[in-house]
């Protein structure tokens, strides 16, 4: 059974800094890309970014661009949200996901497995 678990959000400033992780066990997690994604009140679950198996290949919503990284940990079996310049439109419940097949992309329909999310705050 995969699992992952998120943690590290909670209420920040504007313009501050937080790091969210996601745990995963239950797998191979090298052998597969991460992804994190975020849903705010009232909207859609939007894709944030996304990583390679070996944390070679990145790719960010164009919203994050330049102020987020993703990044991961193969010994650990962690990925990792770096946010800098916080937002207040960055406020919504972060969720890590995998694929079942390996690959993932910027679809929700990629991701098979989802954590149970992790509220992030920006107050302006």
């Known amino acids: 059974q995969v699992q992952l678990g998120e943690s590290g959000g909670g209420l920040v400033q504007a313009g501050d800094s937080l790091r969210l992780s996601c745990a995963v066990s239950?797998?191979?997690?090298?052998?597969?890309?991460m992804g994190w994604f975020r849903q705010a009140p009232g909207k859609e679950r939007e894709f944030v970014a996304r990583?390679?198996?070996?944390?070679?290949?990145?790719l960010y919503a164009d919203s994050v661009k330049g102020r987020f990284t993703i990044s991961r940990d193969n010994a650990k079996n962690t990925v990792y949200l770096q946010m800098n310049s916080l937002k207040p439109e960055d406020t919504a419940v972060y969720y890590c996901?995998?694929?079942?097949?390996?690959?993932?992309?910027?679809?929700?329909?990629?991701?098979?497995?989802w954590g149970q999310g992790t509220q992030v705050t920006v107050s302006s």
């Open positions: 990583i390679g198996r070996n944390g070679g290949s990145t």
């Open positions: 996901a995998a694929p079942r097949t390996g690959y993932g992309s910027v679809s929700v329909y990629d991701y098979d497995y």
């Open positions: 239950g797998r191979t997690f090298s052998s597969y890309t």
